[in-house]
């Protein structure tokens, strides 16, 4: 299972929300570039960039900072998401030399763009899916769907997503600990793998998820916990590696 250190990007600079609001987020560098530095030198094997405007203006904002830590590290596997809302934003990622693209909003309100994009780009799309007791929420969170989160993954099976991020909202930025119960329940409801993402706080967190990911649980990401330094990358990569 993979440790996957988040670095989301406001106004250029590395940031942490609460529960997703733009309004309540905390500096933790205005160097995005040497916090990648920061995670990739403590072992990560997969970062998770979010660019926060992005999602808000629904196109991307911090694009000119991915494309930068993406060339810097060439062999490491990124994964984006915010703003990704047409096949020429993923194009101008995937040339960049970023890995994976993460699909929230639009797959939502848009399946058929899935599709799309997984035909264009093999293996290369990821779907986020944000739920808050269940239910889907979109446009940065702003809103919330009826959608039930589990019956929408299983939408996306045929389509040849690699992954779906999924995050409990009431847990991000909380250190409350993770929802493993509705992450489990993602994992089951179809065979895409699932990264675990909201709530993740020390070690006991990822023992938890470590405990349930032969349902299909492929990473956990986190970002406050490891900022504020209540879980360290590396010795969670190692135990996430040694667990049987």
Not at 45 to 54: E, I, M, S
Request: aromatic share 6%; with cysteine; proline share 3%.
């Amino acid at each position: 299972m993979l440790i996957i250190p988040a670095i989301d990007l406001k106004d250029g600079k590395c940031v942490r929300l609460r529960q997703g609001r733009m309004e309540d987020s905390t500096v933790f560098s205005d160097e995005p570039l040497a916090m990648a530095a920061r995670w990739v030198s403590a072992g990560a094997r997969r970062l998770h960039l979010v660019d926060l405007n992005g999602a808000f203006a629904g196109e991307p904002v911090n694009g000119d900072v991915v494309k930068a830590i993406a060339q810097k590290y060439p062999e490491l596997p990124i994964q984006i998401g915010g703003g990704i809302r047409d096949l020429e934003t993923i194009e101008a990622y995937v040339k960049a030399g970023v890995s994976y693209v993460i699909i929230g909003t639009k797959a939502v309100k848009e399946p058929a763009f899935v599709s799309e994009a997984c035909a264009a780009f093999p293996g290369k799309v990821i779907v986020g899916l944000d739920a808050k007791n269940g239910l889907v929420a979109t446009d940065g969170w702003a809103e919330v769907s009826e959608l039930q989160a589990t019956e929408l993954a299983k939408n996306f099976e045929a389509d040849g997503v690699a992954a779906i991020v999924y995050t409990d909202i009431d847990r991000d930025g909380m250190m409350q600990g993770v929802n493993v119960e509705a992450t489990v329940a993602m994992a089951q409801a179809s065979s895409i793998p699932v990264v675990a993402s909201g709530g993740i706080t020390n070690l006991e967190d990822i023992k938890r998820v470590r405990a349930v990911a032969h349902h299909g649980i492929l990473g956990a990401i986190t970002g406050r916990a490891i900022y504020e330094g209540t879980l360290d990358v590396r010795e969670a990569q190692q135990y996430c590696d040694q667990a049987q």
